[in-house]
């Protein structure tokens, strides 16, 4: 028997579906079969992505979501199952991002905006499709984390520890889940360039930014869609059906940077 990275067929949830990575993802999965369910906060931030997919003729759901909301992630799987029968993938992408802020610096609202957006609504999203795929006996879920967690950028710890916290969520979803046949991997990518470069008056994300590339083994941003699009699909695929537990990077060698 031959198993390889095919998700033709397969029905995946991509939270903040609207631009970047996750935008990237969709239309990467969707353009090799998938049928695609897209959220994000705002319904006319969805309006490109949805307008692409059905360009290339993808059967797909837009829909509001914020995954803050443990009810609303619950309902976004209901419909998913009402209108296409089953959920085999989700790709836990959405997260609310705050400005580069000095550690002696970070609010209560700083922290709680990215934990309730990080690590919680990435839970949210793992329980509500979890009776799902252990009733199917197979599932694969796709956590985002982050190079800049794993290598203690300055100026991002809320960020930074929210993606942490996401990956230790991996970890024990693995260990709990595999025996369902499902398995969860976090994937960190670099992919930057949907994102306006910074000011010259914000010299710390300035810095972050120019250091990201100059020295990468792989001198240059990912592409959404075409470097870090596939990684998703291996992971959501047969091809990774044992591999769980894992973090992937998909940062052109940024990691071995330091």
Not at 19 to 35: D, E, F, P
Not at 81 to 102: H, K, M, Y
Not at 176 to 203: Q, Y
């Amino acid at each position: 028997m031959s198993v390889d990275d095919s998700v033709d067929g397969n029905v995946v949830i991509v939270t903040g579906a609207s631009k970047g990575v996750g935008r990237g993802i969709a239309l990467h999965l969707a353009r090799n079969g998938a049928t695609l369910v897209i959220t994000a906060r705002k319904p006319e931030a969805l309006e490109e992505t949805a307008a692409e997919l059905a360009k290339i003729g993808a059967p797909h759901l837009s829909t509001t979501l914020n995954v803050a909301d443990r009810e609303g992630a619950f309902a976004l799987v209901e419909r998913t199952i009402d209108e296409f029968g089953r959920v085999d993938g989700l790709v836990a992408n959405a997260q609310t991002f705050r400005s580069v802020t000095p550690f002696a610096d970070i609010t209560e609202r700083d922290m709680d905006v990215l934990l309730d957006t990080g690590p919680k609504g990435t839970l949210w999203g793992m329980q509500a499709v979890f009776p799902h795929m252990r009733d199917q006996a197979r599932g694969r879920i796709v956590t985002m984390g982050s190079n800049a967690a794993l290598l203690g950028a300055a100026g991002y710890a809320p960020y930074a520890s929210s993606k942490e916290a996401i990956r230790a969520l991996t970890r024990s979803a693995a260990r709990e889940w595999g025996k369902f046949g499902i398995t969860v991997n976090c994937l960190c990518p670099v992919s930057a360039a949907h994102r306006m470069p910074p000011e010259e008056d914000d010299p710390v994300r300035a810095r972050m930014f120019a250091e990201t590339y100059a020295n990468q083994p792989i001198p240059r941003d990912g592409d959404a869609e075409d470097d870090i699009g596939p990684v998703a699909q291996f992971l959501l695929s047969d091809a990774s059906r044992y591999v769980t537990g894992q973090t992937l990077m998909a940062d052109g060698g940024a990691i071995m940077l330091r």
